[in-house]
Nanobody, 119 residues
Framework: QVQLVESGGGLVQAGGSLRLSCAASGSRFNINSMGWYRQAPGKERELVASITSGGSTNYADSVKGRFTLSRDNAKNTVYLQMNSLKPADTAAYYC?????????????WGQGTQVTVSS
């Protein structure tokens, strides 16, 4: 089993910055990728950014140039630095970790953290 502990989030004015972090813990797992998704009220959950164990990153077009995802492999922790925040970024943000165990991929989700950007 893998446990995810999220931190960060909160209320910020448009143009401001926030940093989210997500730490994975557990036993006997190899992380394939880590990342963040978000879900606004009435909308589907969408990918914000992800990073593979090799360091390759993928960003939603809406956050490119504003958000930066980084990873500390030694700590199994991923960080999402969010700059130039917009009201449209308001959503619940969920950490996602994909692990590989005996050739099978498993998906784990954090409990979510709220990001609210005021105009």
């Amino acid at each position: 089993q893998v446990q995810l502990v999220e931190s960060g989030g909160g209320l910020v004015q448009a143009g401001g910055s926030l940093r989210l972090s997500c730490a994975a813990s557990g036993s006997r797992f190899n992380i394939n990728s880590m990342g963040w998704y978000r879900q606004a009220p009435g909308k589907e959950r969408e990918l914000v950014a992800s990073i593979t164990s090799g360091g390759s990153t993928n960003y939603a077009d809406s956050v490119k140039g504003r958000f930066t995802l980084s990873r500390d492999n030694a700590k199994n922790t991923v960080y999402l630095q969010m700059n130039s925040l917009k009201p449209a970024d308001t959503a619940a943000y969920y950490c996602n970790v994909v692990v590989v165990r005996r050739g099978t991929y498993y998906n784990y989700w954090g409990q979510g953290t709220q990001v609210t950007v005021s105009s």
